[in-house]
């Protein structure tokens, strides 16, 4: 059997990496010889659209058209933590008889039939409910230190000097921009400029748009 890995963490900064996620994924296909052809990472919230998340759409497209086995995931809410979009991508796995495995749960996607078992349906379901529940949880958190931080005098946003001037960012995005004043499609600038590795999200290219056109 073949398999790709995918692996994401929410922070775009160097604090996090998806590299102990990959580690533990290439041990679980070892044991089961899973050989692992391709590996996707990619930096962006759980809560983003899966229309946005440009690595995860290459990585669908990629299994699809090689026709790859599994797809290993470290854990169910590496999909997302909207149950929604989470359950949209689960559907296509099962309707292209494509499996997927999530290694905190130990759950694997389809059974020996190709067809998802009830059990593993309801499970996947509970569980997404479960990581959209603590997402907001922590947004309502969030929020509300915010509220009682301003309330006490704390200033908010960015700190001077911290917003990039319009020279670094033609530095640090040239692909980019390139593509921008030639007219390209904000989607396929998203999907050239990351695989390239000039790594941008949707919002950031947005805000290029306005600032640099």
């Known amino acids: 059997m073949n398999g790709v890995i995918y692996s994401r963490v929410s922070s775009t900064n160097d604090r996090q990496n998806t590299e102990r996620q990959i580690i533990d994924l290439k041990k ?3 044991k089961n010889d899973i050989q692992i052809v391709k590996i996707f990472s990619e930096k962006i919230s759980g809560s983003k659209l899966n229309t946005d998340r440009t690595v995860l759409l290459e990585c669908l497209q990629f299994v699809k058209s090689e026709k790859i086995d ?33 290694d905190k749960e130990k759950l694997t996607l389809l059974n020996e039939n ?15 409910m479960v990581s959209q529940i603590e997402r907001e949880n922590i947004k309502y ?6 509220e ?3 309330h006490k005098g704390v200033k908010m946003g960015r700190k001077v000097g911290s917003i990039e001037t319009t020279e670094k ?3 640090k995005y040239p692909i980019t921009i390139c593509l921008l004043k030639k007219g390209y499609k904000l989607t396929d600038i998203l999907t050239i400029s990351n695989s390239k590795g000039e790594k941008i999200s949707l919002s950031t290219l947005k805000r290029l748009k306005k600032t640099i056109l």
């Open 28 to 30: 679980f296909g070892d």
């Open 70 to 102: 599994y797809v290993l995931f470290s854990e169910l809410s590496r999909l997302g933590r909207n149950i929604l979009e989470v359950q949209e991508v689960i559907k296509w796995f099962s309707d292209n008889k494509i499996n997927a495995y999530f």
């Open 114 to 128: 190709g067809d998802v078992s009830p059990t593993t349906s309801v499970l996947i379901t509970c569980l997404g």
């Open 141 to 146: 958190r969030l929020n509300s230190g915010r």
């Open 148 to 150: 009682q931080a301003k």
């Open 169 to 171: 960012k033609k530095k």
